[in-house]
């Protein structure tokens, strides 16, 4: 029996208290009553069409026939029951067919589907996308295409790397030029023509929907026909893959996008994943080359727009991270339970007569299982909390919302890459659980880890995360994010300190704490950023690692030790603060000492 809907309601109910969210106006309507029925609806639906669909969307890969990409039937099915389950606008108002719940109760319903099948349907890109037109598009961008996206009748990407580009976002080379005299006065937007090349796109093309919008990032060229080099010439744009009316309603005209190929994967196999070309002419559109496309926002702005898509995005890639973490930290539990091997040693050694015991009665086993589960339900832990400052920021008053945003700012890398890292392990764990059986397909934890790889990478590796962090998240204002991060950790560590149980924990995230910040300060001391930044990935472990650390003592507060439950979340605290945050030392060093191994190797040298 799974014991994630059990840790889901804790964390909401006895440790974020959500309840509290229902005295405010947005969520009136709401109970735990009616928090619990979307959670029930969804672990029913996850195990009813994601979970029995996961294997086959791993082994029967996405193929393109020519005209349309084949995906198995079940992962349509899976696809279709999500959206019918109202969950891509499960946070949006009534008037748009939502439900207006809490951010946190959404992610944490969502949290199912990830756990049962995270490789089917690609709905959290859709959703991503439709919340980004309703902050920056028009009153006729969002009812054209975002309230059709919430429905599900259209489905949406991120386009924004391109082969000689990559992460680096301000070489990309699509073009976006004026559409003709009338282009300006369009009412679905300024109307441009886009030409260039996109990869890695996720869902770039399937039949699960009507139609598939895809925001693009692209360059507008100037009086003299160059692009505006670097990130602040990038503009934002709608392109649909069939054009469609002021209704919503499909034209009958195919936008002049195509398809140039599939990216066979290591995992994540159920979601297509393409190489998009626009305008190269193979569906000319109203007579000519080039996919119409319309300006989101300003010119020169598009980077602003696609952060807002990309910040909600990090955190659900952190929580699908989690989530895979979680599957196979149940299935190696489950294995570890059942699986007799070895026999027990007494004060004469090992009785060869005795029987077999279970592998769960080794300590290296039980160090394998503590650690993922310190992982999984720690990384849940943050993903949730991270989701709870979401709720804060748009329905707390305004100190308070100021307050979320903020510290919501400084968690973002940290929600994104540590879950990333972490539960990855937890996964790599779980396949040494099963010795060499994990190994195989016979059990499924090989496809979890392969799975899991993705989420290194998706989003924003850990170097961008780092850089992010390091040089961005912790200096901008002064400070005042990481200062407000510290006054949250202090203030937990001040109630954990008269509980002899945590006490001595609570001494070391204090000491934690004052070791990332003296590092903070030595990192930045020559004023050189090179120098600072050169070491910003072992930083961002250790921040990590303090901020989860600070997750544990907060729940372990909330957590009563008479049950077995509570036991285990207590043992999952001590294991994290006793074999994980020492690790901090090492990485914190070379942020110190400002090593310049990394930053004065040469190419000739390796």
Same mark, same amino acid.
């Given at each position: 029996?799974?014991?994630?809907?059990?840790?889901?309601?804790?964390?909401?109910?006895?440790?974020?208290?959500?309840?509290?969210?229902?005295?405010?106006?947005?969520?009136?309507?709401?109970?735990?009553?009616?928090?619990?029925?979307?959670?029930?609806?969804?672990?029913?639906?996850?195990?009813?069409?994601?979970?029995?669909?996961?294997?086959?969307?791993?082994?029967?890969?996405?193929?393109?026939?020519?005209?349309?990409?084949?995906?198995?039937?079940?992962?349509?099915?899976?696809?279709?029951?999500?959206?019918?389950?109202?969950?891509?606008?499960?946070?949006?108002?009534?008037?748009?067919?939502?439900?207006?719940?809490?951010?946190?109760?959404?992610?944490?319903?969502?949290?199912?589907?990830?756990?049962?099948?995270?490789?089917?349907?690609? @709905?959290?890109?859709?959703?991503?996308?439709?919340?980004?037109?309703?902050? @920056?598009?028009?009153?006729?961008?969002?009812?054209?295409?975002?309230?059709?996206?919430?429905?599900?009748?259209?489905?949406?990407?991120?386009?924004?790397?391109?082969?000689?580009?990559?992460?680096?976002?301000?070489?990309?080379?699509?073009?976006?030029?004026?559409?003709?005299?009338?282009?300006?006065?369009?009412?679905?937007?300024?109307?441009?023509?886009?030409?260039?090349?996109?990869?890695?796109?996720?869902?770039?093309?399937?039949?699960?929907?009507?139609?598939?919008?895809?925001?693009?990032?692209?360059?507008?060229?100037?009086?003299?026909?160059?692009?505006?080099?670097?990130?602040?010439?990038?503009?934002?744009?709608?392109?649909?893959?069939?054009?469609?009316?002021?209704?919503?309603?499909?034209?009958?005209?195919?936008?002049?996008?195509?398809?140039?190929?599939?990216?066979?994967?290591?995992?994540?196999?159920?979601?297509?994943?393409?190489?998009?070309?626009?305008?190269?002419?193979?569906?000319?559109?109203?007579?000519?080359?080039?996919?119409?496309?319309?300006?989101?926002?300003?010119?020169?702005?598009?980077?602003?727009?696609?952060?807002?898509?990309?910040?909600?995005?990090?955190?659900?890639?952190?929580?699908?991270?989690?989530?895979?973490?979680?599957?196979?930290?149940?299935?190696?539990?489950?294995?570890?339970?059942?699986?007799?091997?070895?026999?027990?040693?007494?004060?004469?050694?090992?009785?060869?007569?005795?029987?077999?015991?279970?592998?769960?009665?080794?300590?290296?086993?039980?160090?394998?299982?503590?650690?993922?589960?310190?992982?999984?339900?720690?990384?849940?832990?943050?993903?949730?909390?991270?989701?709870?400052?979401?709720?804060?920021?748009?329905?707390?008053?305004?100190?308070?919302?100021?307050?979320?945003?903020?510290?919501?700012?400084?968690?973002?890398?940290?929600?994104?890459?540590?879950?990333?890292?972490?539960?990855?392990?937890?996964?790599?764990?779980?396949?040494?659980?099963?010795?060499?059986?994990?190994?195989?397909?016979?059990?499924?934890?090989?496809?979890?880890?392969?799975?899991?790889?993705?989420?290194?990478?998706?989003?924003?590796?850990?170097?961008?995360?780092?850089?992010?962090?390091?040089?961005?998240?912790?200096?901008?204002?002064?400070?005042?994010?990481?200062?407000?991060?510290?006054?949250?950790?202090?203030?937990?560590?001040?109630?954990?300190?008269?509980?002899?149980?945590? @006490?001595?924990?609570?001494?070391?995230?204090?000491?934690?704490?004052?070791?990332?910040?003296?590092?903070?300060?030595?990192?930045?001391?020559?004023?050189?950023?090179?120098?600072?930044?050169?070491?910003?990935?072992?930083?961002?472990?250790?921040?990590? @690692?303090?901020?989860?650390?600070?997750?544990?003592?907060?729940?372990?507060?909330?957590?009563?030790?008479?049950?077995?439950?509570?036991?285990?979340?207590?043992?999952?605290?001590?294991?994290?603060?006793?074999?994980?945050?020492?690790?901090?030392?090492?990485?914190?060093?070379?942020?110190?000492?400002?090593?310049?191994?990394?930053?004065?190797?040469?190419?000739?040298?390796?």
């Amino acid at each position: 029996m799974s014991a994630l809907r059990p840790t889901v309601d804790f964390l909401l109910h006895d440790w974020l208290g959500v309840d509290d969210l229902t005295q405010r106006p947005r969520f009136a309507d709401h109970s735990r009553d009616t928090f619990a029925a979307v959670l029930d609806t969804c672990e029913r639906i996850a195990q009813d069409k994601f979970a029995p669909a996961n294997r086959r969307a791993d082994v029967e890969e996405p193929r393109f026939d020519g005209e349309k990409v084949i995906l198995p039937e079940s992962t349509v099915e899976a696809s279709r029951a999500y959206v019918e389950s109202g969950m891509l606008a499960a946070a949006q108002d009534y008037d748009l067919g939502g439900m207006q719940l809490p951010c946190v109760v959404e992610m944490a319903a969502n949290s199912f589907f990830s756990k049962a099948g995270i490789g089917l349907g690609g @709905h959290m890109l859709t959703s991503g996308n439709a919340n980004l037109l309703m902050a @920056h598009g028009t009153e006729a961008q969002r009812r054209v295409f975002a309230h059709q996206e919430f429905t599900g009748r259209f489905f949406g990407t991120m386009c924004l790397s391109e082969p000689q580009a990559g992460s680096s976002l301000s070489d990309i080379l699509t073009r976006a030029e004026p559409d003709g005299d009338d282009a300006a006065r369009d009412p679905l937007g300024p109307r441009f023509r886009l030409r260039g090349n996109k990869m890695w796109i996720s869902n770039g093309e399937h039949e699960l929907a009507e139609n598939i919008v895809h925001l693009v990032l692209a360059k507008i060229p100037g009086p003299d026909g160059k692009l505006v080099p670097g990130a602040r010439g990038i503009s934002l744009f709608i392109v649909p893959k069939k054009l469609v009316g002021l209704d919503g309603e499909l034209t009958g005209e195919r936008n002049d996008v195509a398809l140039a190929g599939l990216n066979h994967k290591l995992g994540y196999r159920g979601i297509p994943n393409t190489l998009l070309n626009f305008g190269e002419g193979k569906f000319p559109v109203r007579g000519a080359a080039g996919a119409i496309g319309y300006l989101v926002g300003k010119p020169g702005e598009g980077l602003r727009g696609m952060f807002h898509m990309m910040n909600e995005a990090r955190i659900a890639v952190g929580l699908g991270a989690v989530m895979l973490g979680y599957a196979g930290y149940e299935a190696s539990l489950d294995y570890a339970r059942g699986r007799p091997q070895g026999r027990p040693i007494g004060p004469g050694g090992k009785d060869a007569s005795q029987p077999q015991i279970p592998i769960i009665r080794h300590a290296d086993v039980r160090r394998m299982l503590l650690a993922q589960k310190s992982y999984v339900e720690g990384g849940l832990a943050l993903a949730l909390y991270c989701a709870r400052l979401v709720d804060e920021q748009h329905t707390g008053e305004p100190d308070a919302a100021q307050e979320a945003a903020l510290l919501l700012e400084m968690l973002t890398p940290i929600a994104k890459s540590w879950p990333s890292e972490w539960c990855l392990e937890a996964n790599s764990l779980a396949i040494q659980v099963h010795g060499g059986y994990g190994y195989t397909r016979d059990y499924p934890v090989e496809q979890y880890w392969r799975d899991n790889r993705l989420n290194m990478i998706h989003e924003g590796t850990h170097g961008i995360q780092a850089l992010d962090l390091l040089g961005r998240k912790v200096v901008m204002n002064g400070g005042a994010g990481l200062l407000l991060l510290a006054r949250k950790v202090n203030a937990t560590i001040e109630r954990a300190m008269p509980v002899e149980a945590l @006490h001595p924990f609570a001494m070391a995230l204090a000491q934690a704490l004052q070791k990332l910040g003296a590092a903070t300060k030595a990192a930045w001391a020559s004023g050189v950023p090179e120098e600072a930044l050169a070491n910003a990935v072992p930083y961002l472990q250790a921040f990590g @690692h303090v901020v989860l650390a600070w997750m544990w003592l907060d729940v372990a507060l909330s957590s009563g030790m008479d049950s077995a439950a509570g036991q285990g979340r207590h043992a999952a605290c001590r294991f994290f603060f006793r074999h994980e945050l020492p690790r901090i030392e090492a990485w914190l060093a070379v942020v110190r000492e400002r090593d310049d191994t990394c930053l004065t190797m040469r190419d000739d040298w390796f």
